[in-house]
């Protein structure tokens, strides 16, 4: 039914069919139980319902050069008082409110939601291996100079501020670059941090690149344990210490690794050494090149 009201609300955007997508890749039903799951569904009749204030936001990701005013007027998004009454324009005041009552909860569950969906239906493709193959990686947003912003996300260089950043580390699908999960704070969070915060979305069946910089103990053992035949695979740094416990052919290793004190006095249930298989080789230089993994 609100999607069907939604289509009244296209009829005026003038690139309709560059979003035909959004009508039918969200199901109404996801927005229902994000809102009724986080208790933010409307309970009395409101110019913009907390329905149609999720459509707004997402359109306000799609359309991300119009202003919020520009995007609601596009959209013409408010509640008709009558069966016949064309939607109308709302007041300003209205689209920020309704932002306020609507929060973070009901987008964050919403996300989860549709990642879920969208993950079982187009992951199809696996390799030889039988794993869906993700990769996780990082990046950094400007935010708008305010003094909030400054105060919540500081600045990478604190020597030569310009714009408060906020840091964000992503889990996604290697293969249709869509994200599974993805975890925000300030740029002073380390990546590593918001990792793991991700591992509530490791899929089952998967193989997880990561990056040098993402190298700890603590972070692939909790990667391995927590999701259901989830592995991961990372490139060798130059200063990691090892003793070859076995060798399953040339340049194919099992290893053991030292856990660090540091590590340890964070989280006092780690062992104090761990294993990986490495595959590698040595370059000309004598450095050792190559992988490690679960």
Known sequence: ???????????????????????TAIDSKWIEEALFCTQKASVRRR?????????????????????????????????????????????????????KRLGESPMSYLFSTTCAA???????????????????????????DTPENRDAFGFISKSNPVYPQLR?????????????????????????????????????????????????ADLMLNWQQFGINAHWLTPVKKSMRYEVIERYGDNDLLIEMPVSPQARTKNPTLPETWQARMICYQDPKGDIKGFITS
């Open 1 to 23: 039914m609100f999607n069907q009201e939604m289509e009244l609300v296209y009829e005026s955007f003038e690139n309709k069919d560059a979003y035909d997508n959004v009508l």
């Open 47 to 99: 110019r913009l319902p907390a329905e149609q204030a999720i459509w707004l936001i997402i359109m306000m990701g799609l359309m991300r050069n119009c202003s919020i005013k520009e995007v609601c007027g596009s959209l013409d998004i408010a509640l008709q008082t009558t069966p016949d009454e064309v939607y109308n324009h709302v007041a300003p005041s209205v689209l920020t409110d309704c932002r």
């Open 118 to 144: 969208w993950h079982n239906v187009i992951i199809t493709k696996k390799h030889s291996i039988g794993l869906t193959l993700l990769a996780v990686d990082g990046t950094t947003f400007r935010a708008q």
């Open 168 to 216: 964000m580390v992503s889990l996604h699908s290697t293969h249709t670059r869509m994200l599974l999960g993805a975890a925000f704070d300030s740029c002073s969070v380390g990546e590593i941090t918001l990792a793991k915060r991700l591992l509530t979305d490791i899929p089952e069946d998967s193989l997880t690149l990561f990056d040098r910089c993402y190298f700890s």
